[in-house]
């Protein structure tokens, strides 16, 4: 691990990290109510300023929750879900293709801890479990899941596969229920994000107790020719 942090493009992506979240808990986020004043200022072409922003903003470590409310807010249920969705999905696939870009393989190459390398060939083998039981709890950081599938072998189409089906029923979720104008939380949200939670959390148990691919059994010696 040290040899690792003297290595200095490691040490500029770790130092580059910590700075971007610092950055993200000191921004201020705009209130639901700033953005319906955006939409009405802009016009006809907000909601694709809208999906721009949200996808390229939340690569960073900002929550995605403002984005998700006010789009049910915005623009009604259905294409406030295809917005939001949509922009999760995208900002998710920029994350890891960003992150494997900044020399992805100079990092994981130097993870030779035994433990370390078994949790990254589950990731690659059936990371899309793993992925998507993350996904469906509410507090694990969005932008966390991305930056460390980055850094995994996981493969790119089941990671975002995986991304999909797991924003999914917490997004339409949000969208529906979120009550961003009172600033309070419809109970049957609650409800729901606790159902997801717990769905989530199953999932990573069956991960964790999913035995490994059986070896091979050894080939039998062929039966001796009878004479």
Do not use: K
């Not at 996981?154 to 596969?161: L, Q, T």
């Not at 969208?175 to 199953?202: E, R, Y």
């Not at 148990?205 to 070896?215: E, I, K």
């Amino acid at each position: 691990m040290t040899r690792l942090l003297r290595d200095p493009r490691v040490l500029a992506t770790i130092v580059g990290v910590v700075a971007l979240f610092g950055a993200a808990m000191l921004v201020p986020l705009p209130s639901p109510r700033q953005i319906q004043d955006w939409a009405t200022s802009v016009g006809p072409i907000f909601p694709l300023l809208f999906f721009v922003v949200h996808a390229l903003v939340t690569v960073a470590p900002i929550p995605r929750t403002v984005f998700t409310v006010s789009a049910g807010l915005l623009f009604g249920p259905a294409l406030g879900i295809a917005l939001a969705v949509g922009a999760t999905t995208v900002s998710a696939a920029l994350a890891i293709l960003l992150v494997r870009a900044l020399d992805r393989e100079q990092v994981a190459s130097r993870l030779t801890h035994p433990a370390v390398r078994a949790v990254d060939d589950r990731l690659r083998r059936r990371g899309w479990l793993a992925v998507g039981s993350l996904r469906l709890i509410a507090a694990v950081p969005f932008s966390i899941i991305n930056y460390c599938c980055g850094l995994s072998s996981i493969r790119f189409w089941p990671y975002m596969f995986a991304t999909l089906v797991g924003v999914l029923p917490g997004t339409v979720g949000t969208v529906i229920l979120g009550d961003a104008l009172t600033g309070t939380t419809h109970p049957a949200l609650i409800v729901f994000s606790a159902v997801l939670i717990a769905v989530g959390v199953i999932g990573l148990v069956v991960d964790a107790r999913w035995t490994s691919d059986p070896a091979p059994e050894p080939e039998r010696e062929p039966a001796a020719l009878a004479e």
